[in-house]
C-alpha cells in the first residue's frame, strides 16, 4: 500500500506587534485621515517658508484686507502682514513647543514614575507627593508667572507648559510599573541577574509603553492650546509668530475683521483635533482591552 | 567533602492579614555537586519559597527570611549583599519558572534575552553573545536555531518557549539548576521531552538540579534525593528509590499512593486510587507546636498532638519528621 501524499502543513506566522497594532490604526479611518492631514501640517511648516517666501513680519498691503481680496488668500492683519505667512511661520513654532513640551513632560513624567513604581516605599512616597504638589498647582497661573518672571523666550514657554503637564505622565508609568513589576518575567529576569537599572528601563518601560505613548500624543495637542492660552495673554516671544500670539493682537479687531482671528483659531482647533484623533487611533491601536478581534 | 549548597535552620516568614507565618518552618538539607535533588509536595507547602529564598527572591515586604543560613560555596547567601547575589544569580544559580508562557519579557526576542544573560555575566561581545545563543538553543534542540533566535516569545509554542528558558538558566553553565514545576503547563507529550531534555543537559554539564515537581514519575526517574514538604516543614527526606520503595512519612505514602498506574487491562481488581483526605491547613495553622499533618493522617495518636515530630533518622539515609516512622 502506498502511502497518500499528505498536504503541505500551513503554518500560520503570528503577527509582529508592530504590523497587528499598524492593522488596528488603518481600521480607525478618522484617526488615519488625521494623520495624514498632520503629516502635511508638519510639511507645511518645514517647507512652507521656503515655497511662500514672505516676511510675515513685514508691511506688505493695507491693512485689514479681507481673504482672497488683492491677492492675498487670507487677506491682512491691522499691521497690513501677511496673514498666509503667518499662519505657516506660526505653525512652525507652535507644533515645535507642542513637541518638545510633550517630550518633556514625557522625560519628567517616565522618570518619576518609573522611579516610584519600581522601588515603592520610601522613594515612591516622596515622588508621588511632589506629582501631586504639581497636580494641584493652578497650571495656567503657575506658568504665566514662570513666564512673566524669566522671560517670554521659546524655551522658557516650553519649560513652563511642561512643568506643569508631567503629573498625567508620571502616574500612568507608575501604574504601569505596579502591574508590570509583579509580572513573572521581571522575576524571571531578576532570577538571571539582571540589574535594577536593566529591570526598569529594559525590561519594565518597553512593556510600559503603549499607554505613555497614547498619552503622550495627546499632550502635543494640549501644549499647543496651552502655548496659544499664554501668547494670547501676550506672554510670547515677539519675535516669533505664533497662532495664538496671531489672535492676541488682533483680538481687539475681532468685530471689525473676525477673520483675522478665525483663520488661526481654526489652525490650532484642526491641528489639535487631528492630534486628538490620531491619539485616539493609537490608543485603539496599542491598548490591548479596547481591541476587538 | 563540603556539599554545594548547605541549607541550615532556613525559617522564612510571610506577612499575611491574619499575622506573620512561617511558610518554611526549620528547613534544613544539603545538596552535592552534580546531584538530583527534588521538592515534592502539594500546593501551598512551601516549595517554591523555597526556591525563591535560594535565590534571594522573597517578595519584598511580604516575605523574609527569620533565622538560617544558606550557605553557597561557603558563602551564606542570606547575609550576602545585593550586588554579590546579582552576580550569582543566572551565573552560578539559575532558575526556570512554572510558567513559559509568561516568563519571558514579550517585547524582546528570545535571542536577544539568552545573549543578555550573557553579556551580563561573561562580558561577551555583542557578536561572541550571539554566537554562543544559537549554540544553546541548539542544544536544547530548537530546531533551526539560527532563525529562531530572531523569534518574540508569542510567536513560540509553551514547549519551545521552556526550551528557551531552559538555554538562558544554562547560558552561563550553572552550578545548581532550580527548576520550579518546569512541566506543569505543558502538554504531557512535551513533558517527557523536557524532562528528557533536562537530563541529558546535566549529563553534559554536571549542574545539580533542584526540581520542584508534583509530579512523582519525574521524580522517580529524574532525582537521586526527595524532600517531601508538607505545610512549610519538612516531612521526609531521603534517597528516591528507598522512599519510594517504603515511606516512612504518611503523608508520603499518602502521596505515592495517589499516583495512578497504566494497567493494559481495565479489569474490576484494578484497585482504587487512595486519596488524601482533607487539604493543606491554612497559613494561620502553621508553626503551631504539634504535627501538622495530624488532621488527615490514619496513624494519629496523643503524640502528634501534643508536639511536634522530630526528625526519625534511618540508617539509609532516610529521615522522617513523624512519631510514627519506626512503625510504618
Known amino acids: 500500500m502506498t502511502r497518500p501524499e499528505l498536504q503541505e502543513e500551513e503554518t500560520l506566522q503570528a503577527q509582529h506587534p508592530f504590523t497587528e497594532s499598524w492593522a488596528m490604526f488603518r481600521k480607525n479611518t478618522a484617526a488615519v485621515a488625521a494623520l495624514a492631514l498632520l503629516t502635511l501640517i508638519t510639511f507645511g511648516a518645514i517647507f512652507g517658508p521656503m515655497l511662500y517666501p514672505v516676511d510675515p513680519f513685514e508691511m506688505v498691503w493695507a491693512p485689514f484686507s479681507p481673504p482672497g481680496e488683492e491677492g492675498f488668500l487670507l487677506g491682512t492683519d491691522y499691521l497690513g502682514r501677511d496673514l498666509l505667512s503667518m499662519i ?206 | 567533602m563540603r556539599p554545594l549548597l548547605d541549607v541550615q535552620n532556613l525559617t522564612i516568614e510571610l506577612t499575611t492579614r491574619d499575622g506573620v507565618a512561617p511558610v518554611i518552618d526549620d528547613l534544613s538539607f544539603s545538596l552535592n555537586a552534580g546531584e538530583t535533588l527534588s521538592f515534592v509536595g502539594e500546593s501551598g507547602c512551601g516549595k517554591s519559597m523555597t526556591a525563591l529564598a535560594l535565590m534571594g527572591l522573597l517578595p519584598a515586604n511580604i516575605g523574609r527570611i527569620a533565622s538560617g543560613h544558606i550557605l553557597f560555596e561557603g558563602e551564606d547567601l542570606v547575609q550576602a549583599s545585593d550586588a554579590q547575589l546579582r552576580k550569582i544569580r543566572g551565573n552560578d544559580i539559575s532558575m526556570i519558572f512554572q510558567e513559559p508562557m509568561t516568563s519571558l519579557n514579550p517585547v524582546l526576542t528570545i535571542g536577544e534575552q539568552i545573549a543578555e544573560v550573557l553579556r551580563a555575566h561573561q562580558g561577551l561581545s555583542r557578536k561572541a553573545a550571539w554566537n554562543q545563543t544559537i549554540a544553546l538553543l541548539d542544544a536544547v534542540r530548537i530546531p533551526n536555531p539560527k532563525g529562531r533566535a530572531g523569534d518574540y516569545p508569542f510567536q513560540m509554542s509553551g514547549g519551545q518557549r521552556q526550551r528557551a528558558m531552559i538555554a538562558m538558566a544554562l547560558a552561563c553553565a550553572p552550578k545548581i539548576l532550580i527548576a520550579d514545576e518546569p512541566t506543569t503547563a505543558l502538554d504531557v507529550t512535551v513533558q517527557a521531552q523536557i524532562f528528557d531534555l533536562l537530563g541529558d543537559l546535566r549529563k553534559q554539564t554536571g549542574a545539580a538540579i533542584i526540581l520542584i515537581t508534583h509530579d512523582m514519575g519525574a521524580v522517580a526517574e529524574m532525582a537521586e534525593r526527595m524532600i517531601v514538604m508538607y505545610a512549610g516543614r519538612k516531612a521526609e527526606l531521603g534517597p528516591v528509590d528507598q522512599i519510594i520503595d517504603h515511606p516512612r512519612h504518611p503523608y508520603t505514602k499518602g502521596l505515592i499512593e495517589c499516583v495512578p498506574h497504566i494497567q493494559s487491562e481495565m479489569s474490576t481488581a484494578r484497585h482504587d486510587l487512595v486519596e488524601v483526605p482533607g487539604i493543606v491547613p491554612s497559613l494561620r495553622e502553621f508553626g503551631k507546636d504539634q504535627c501538622l499533618f495530624a488532621s488527615r493522617c490514619r496513624y494519629l495518636s496523643e503524640a502528634c498532638l501534643a508536639s511536634r515530630p522530630k526528625p526519625q533518622e534511618f540508617a539509609n539515609a532516610q529521615s522522617a519528621d513523624c512519631w510514627h516512622a519506626r512503625d510504618l
Do not use: C, H
Request: no cysteine.
Open chain 1, 88 to 293: 505657516i511661520n506660526g505653525a512652525k513654532v507652535s507644533l515645535m513647543i507642542g513637541v518638545s513640551a510633550a517630550l518633556m513632560t514625557v522625560i519628567i513624567g517616565v522618570t518619576v514614575g518609573a522611579l516610584a513604581g519600581f522601588y515603592r516605599g520610601i522613594v515612591e512616597e516622596i515622588l508621588m507627593r511632589i506629582t501631586e504638589f504639581f497636580q494641584v498647582l493652578p497650571t495656567l497661573l503657575f506658568s504665566m508667572v514662570l513666564v512673566a518672571l524669566f522671560g517670554a523666550s521659546l524655551p522658557m514657554i516650553t519649560f513652563a507648559i511642561g512643568i506643569v503637564s508631567w503629573t498625567a505622565v508620571a502616574r500612568i508609568t507608575r501604574s504601569e510599573f505596579l502591574r508590570i513589576r509583579e509580572l513573572e518575567y521581571v522575576t524571571a529576569s531578576r532570577a538571571s541577574g539582571a540589574s535594577n537599572m536593566k529591570l526598569m528601563f529594559r525590561v519594565i518601560l518597553p512593556n510600559a509603553l503603549p499607554p505613555i505613548i497614547v498619552q503622550s500624543a495627546l499632550m502635543v495637542g494640549s501644549a499647543i492650546l496651552f502655548e496659544a492660552g499664554l501668547s494670547f495673554l501676550g506672554l510670547t516671544d515677539p519675535n516669533v509668530v505664533s497662532w495664538g500670539q496671531i489672535i492676541g493682537s488682533n483680538r481687539q479687531y475681532i468685530l471689525d475683521a473676525g477673520y483675522t482671528v478665525t483663520i488661526p483659531g481654526v489652525a490650532i482647533f484642526v491641528t489639535v483635533l487631528a492630534i486628538s484623533l490620531v491619539g485616539d487611533g493609537l490608543n485603539d491601536a496599542l491598548n490591548p482591552k479596547l481591541r476587538q478581534r
